[in-house]
């Protein structure tokens, strides 16, 4: 097998600036997104600062000896050091906080963390399932059956995240490693593209282009032909059966 990759990124049609920020290690080793929140300097900073703490601790540490879960905690554990570390210096920037979605192909099967509304979506086939669960006000009344889903996708407080990088008192993320089969697709997302597309039209621009580059691309205008709201990320990675 061999892993196709591509990413994305556009402020859209209502931002002046882009406060998501996206990393993909050259050698397809790992993955990052990062939606980064508190004004755009504190949105972008968060970002940029949890995406370049991310790569850089993995970078090192690959080789180390560490478990993927390990890599995970710590890369996490870092990204959320500095952006606390950069609050406290810069008081300007003191409510800035990001999510984030690592992927690592570190053994035979991927694994990955987040937190936040940033998602990690597979698709099999013609079938489109979100993997992560949001860590927002909204995926929690949903699931404890206060809001009707139906309506969470209007309701006013659908972005309140209870959970974001930035915090002193973050609590533990879990790693989970991923199933994923020959074929399949992987797709890294800020809430810019869910926030204007259906899972269905997802699933119809990844199952129906071949070019990681080129969905990315389809992807990210038909999020903006919908409005572009807000900045939209997108990352694809394609597992693939080898000429």
């Keep these: ?37 508190g004004g755009h300097a504190g949105g972008e900073e968060a970002s940029r600062i949890a995406t370049q703490e991310i790569r850089a601790y993995l970078e090192i540490a690959w080789d180390q000896g560490e478990t993927p879960q390990q890599l995970l905690h710590q890369a996490i554990s870092k990204a959320n050091l500095a952006i606390v570390a950069d609050q406290n ?53 949903v699931q404890t059956g206060a809001v009707n889903p139906n309506d969470a996708r209007s309701h006013p407080w659908r972005h309140m995240l209870l959970q974001c990088l930035g915090r ?5 993320i879990e790693a989970a490693q991923i199933d994923i089969h020959p074929g399949d697709r992987l797709l890294i997302c800020s809430d810019g593209l869910t926030e204007e597309l259906s899972d269905d039209r997802i699933a119809y621009h990844l199952k129906s282009i071949r070019s990681c580059q080129q969905a990315a691309k389809a992807l990210v205008e038909a999020a903006k032909l919908r409005g572009g709201r807000d900045n939209i990320t997108v990352v694809i990675i394609s597992n693939e059966l080898s000429d």
């Excluded at 998602?119 to 079938?127: I, N, P």
């Excluded at 002193?168 to 533990?172: F, M, T």
Aim: aromatic fraction near 10%; charged fraction near 25%; charge should be negative.
């Design 89 to 141: 210096a810069h008081p300007i920037r003191g409510d800035m906080g990001t999510t984030v979605v690592i992927v690592i192909f570190k053994d035979a099967q991927p694994w990955y963390c987040h937190i936040g509304d940033s998602r990690l979506y597979r698709l099999r086939g013609a079938k489109l399932e979100q993997i992560t669960d949001d860590h927002t006000w909204i995926a929690r009344a």
């Design 168 to 172: 002193e008192d973050l609590k533990p």
């Design 1 to 37: 097998m061999k892993r196709l990759f591509a990413g994305e990124t556009d402020t859209g049609c209502v931002r002046s600036a882009n406060q998501d920020s996206y990393y993909i290690d050259p050698e397809g080793r790992f993955f990052v997104v990062a939606d980064g929140m």
